[in-house]
C-alpha cells in the first residue's frame, strides 16, 4: 500500500511517485538488493509510465476519471467497476491516449481487468454457494477508491510440468497455493512470472491461472495483498537494452517511459479473511480465468497507442530522409495504419457491444475480444516490420551516444550520419533509436513480446473463436439461402448457439 508515513489520497502522478518511496521491498535486479526502487535508473521509467496514469486524470478528468459509486469523489477509471457498455469504450480510450503519451505499457490493465471479472464471478459465488465474497469485494474496492491506489493482477503461475495439473506436479509449488489456514485467513506459497507493473502496485489481486479440479482446492484462491507484504521477494525481469538507461537519453530511444515485469515470489504470504474471495471453490476458477481473459483480451488497444508512436517515428525518418514522396514508402505507411486501427477497431467493437452481467456490471463481447487479442498476436510485428524497413540499417547499428559526444569523432558523426540538410543529426538519430527502442529494445518486451503472449498466446484465442464461431447457426443460414430444407430437430441446438448474434442484433 502507500507509504503508511502518508496515507493521503494519490491525485497527480508526483503523488503516486511519492507514494512508493519507503517500503521497504525485497527487490533484486542483476543479482542485487535495489535499495530504493524509485530511484533506480533502469526501473524508474516504468514508474514514470504508470505515473503518467494519474497525470491524465487531472488533465482530461472525462477520459480517465470518473465518479466513484464507493466514496462519490473523483477516481482512476482504472479503479472503476463497468457499469455500461460505454464504460468500456472510454477504458478503451483512455488505453489508447496513455499508449500514445507513453510510446509503451502503463501496467494498470490487468488489475482493472481483474477486479471487474471478479466483481461478477464473487456475485455468482455468492448467489450459488451462500459465501460472502462480494460484499468483500466491494469493502475491498472502497479502500481502493479512497486513496486511489494502484491495483495489479497476478495469474500466470511458472506451471512446471505443463502436462500435469497443478496437484499432479512433484514440487507443489509451481502453482501458488494456499499452505496453512487460520481462524484470521491463509497463508500462500508459490511464484507468480511476468507480472506487469507489481513493483509499480500497491495492492497485487493473486488468481489461478487455469481450470482446476477437485483435487486442486488449495490452488483455487483469490486474493488481495499489499505489495511490500511480509514473504513477498521481487526478481526484477532484463528487458532488452536495459542497462542503457543509466547512460545518457539518446541511445535508450525512450528515456523517460518503459514497462515492468518481474517473477514475484510469496513464502508463506499471509492474507487475511476480509481480503480472499475465493477460498477452494476450484469449479469457479475457469469462469474467472475465461472473463478476465475478455476483459483483458479487449484492453490490448493500448497497442494501437503504441502503435501510433512507432507510425509517427516511421513517417519521421521517412521526412528526414528526404522520401515523403516516394509512392512506397506512403503505401507502407497507409498499411501501418490499416493494421494499428483493425486492432483498436476490434477491441472497441468488443466493448461497445458488451452485455451486463448478474452483478450489474458490464463485460466485453467474448467474440471481438478475443478476435482483438488474436490480431495483437501478428499486426503489431508487421508494424514492426516495415518500421525498421523505414528506418534501414541504422536502426540496429548506429554509433552510441557516447562516440556521438566525442570530441574528435563525434563531429564526424554528426556530418556522417545527416539526412536532409535542414535536419539536425541528433534529431535524426533519437528517432531512429526509438523505432529500435520499440521493435527490439526494451519496449519492445511490451509492444512485440507481451503482444504475443499477455491475455494467452495465440492459440488460446484460437480455441475460444473455435468455441464461439456457430457453424450450425451459419450453415442454417446458408441452407434457408440455398433452398435446402431444415432439418428441425436442430433448431433448438441452432438458437442455443446463436446467442452471440443476439447481441449483435440487440438495438
Do not use: W
Not at 180 to 188: A, L, M, Q, S
Not at 197 to 221: F, K, Q
Not at 432 to 449: K, P, Q, S, W
Amino acid at each position: 500500500m502507500a507509504n503508511e508515513n502518508n496515507p493521503k489520497k494519490i491525485i497527480s502522478g508526483e503523488d503516486y511517485i511519492n507514494s512508493l518511496r519507503n517500503r521497504g521491498l525485497q527487490v533484486y535486479l542483476f543479482g542485487e538488493e535495489v535499495e530504493e526502487p524509485v530511484d533506480n535508473k533502469i526501473i524508474r521509467p516504468s514508474i514514470n509510465a504508470l505515473a503518467k496514469t494519474y497525470d491524465l486524470a487531472v488533465s482530461n478528468p472525462e477520459l480517465a476519471s470518473v465518479i466513484s459509486p464507493f466514496t462519490g469523489e473523483p477516481v482512476s477509471r482504472f479503479l472503476h467497476v463497468c457499469l455500461s457498455a460505454e464504460d468500456l469504450v472510454k477504458q478503451n480510450k483512455m488505453q489508447r491516449k496513455l499508449g500514445q503519451l507513453t510510446g509503451t505499457c502503463f501496467q494498470r490493465c490487468v488489475g482493472m481487468d481483474a477486479f471487474n471479472a471478479l466483481y461478477s464471478v464473487t456475485f455468482e459465488m455468492d448467489e450459488a454457494l451462500g459465501t460472502t465474497y462480494h460484499s468483500k469485494m466491494k469493502e475491498f474496492l472502497k479502500t481502493m477508491h479512497t486513496y486511489n491506489y494502484v491495483v495489479g493482477g497476478a495469474m500466470t503461475d511458472v506451471k512446471g510440468d505443463r502436462s500435469l495439473a497443478p496437484h499432479q506436479q512433484a514440487d507443489k509449488d509451481m502453482f501458488v497455493h494456499i499452505t496453512k489456514r487460520t481462524d484470521e485467513g491463509v497463508y500462500i506459497t508459490g511464484a507468480k512470472a511476468h507480472q506487469t507493473g507489481c513493483i509499480n502496485s500497491h495492492y497485487m489481486m493473486v488468481m489461478p491461472t487455469m481450470r482446476l479440479s477437485e483435487n486442486d482446492t488449495d490452488y483455487a484462491v483469490v486474493g488481495a495483498v499489499p505489495v511490500e507484504a511480509k514473504g513477498i521477494t521481487y526478481v526484477y525481469g532484463r528487458q532488452s537494452c536495459d542497462t542503457r538507461s543509466e547512460d545518457g537519453t539518446i541511445d535508450v530511444g525512450n528515456s523517460q517511459y518503459g514497462g515492468q515485469e518481474a517473477m514475484v515470489i510469496f513464502e508463506q504470504v499471509f492474507i487475511p479473511n476480509d481480503l480472499i474471495f475465493m477460498d477452494g471453490e476450484y469449479q469457479y476458477a475457469a469462469l474467472l480465468v475465461e472473463r478476465f481473459t475478455n476483459y483483458h483480451r479487449r484492453s490490448y488497444v493500448c497497442k494501437s497507442g503504441v502503435g501510433d508512436v512507432l507510425i509517427g517515428a516511421a513517417a519521421a525518418i521517412a521526412e528526414m530522409n528526404g522520401l515523403t514522396k516516394v509512392s512506397h514508402i506512403k503505401d507502407k505507411l497507409v498499411e501501418m495504419t490499416h493494421l494499428n486501427e483493425t486492432v483498436y477497431g476490434t477491441g472497441i467493437a468488443a466493448s461497445y457491444q458488451g452485455y451486463q452481467t448478474k452483478s450489474g456490471n458490464f463485460i466485453s463481447d467474448d467474440m471481438l475480444a478475443n478476435v482483438c487479442k488474436h490480431h495483437v498476436t501478428k499486426l503489431p510485428f508487421e508494424i514492426s516490420r516495415m518500421a525498421q524497413d523505414l528506418g534501414g540499417g541504422l536502426v540496429s547499428t548506429l554509433p552510441s551516444e557516447k562516440d556521438l559526444n566525442h570530441p574528435v569523432i563525434g563531429k564526424l558523426l554528426k556530418k556522417y550520419l545527416r539526412g536532409k540538410v535542414d535536419v539536425d543529426t541528433e534529431d535524426r538519430i533519437r528517432t531512429l533509436r526509438l523505432i529500435e527502442n520499440m521493435t527490439m529494445g526494451r519496449n519492445a518486451v511490451g509492444y512485440l513480446t507481451e503482444s504475443m503472449h499477455g491475455a494467452g498466446s495465440p492459440q488460446a484465442q484460437r480455441i475460444q473463436i473455435g468455441r464461439m464461431m456457430q457453424l450450425e447457426y451459419k450453415k442454417r443460414l446458408a441452407n434457408i439461402i440455398s433452398g435446402i430444407e431444415i432439418d428441425q430437430n436442430k433448431e433448438e441446438l441452432v438458437e442455443e448457439i446463436g446467442s452471440y448474434f443476439e447481441r449483435v442484433f440487440r438495438v
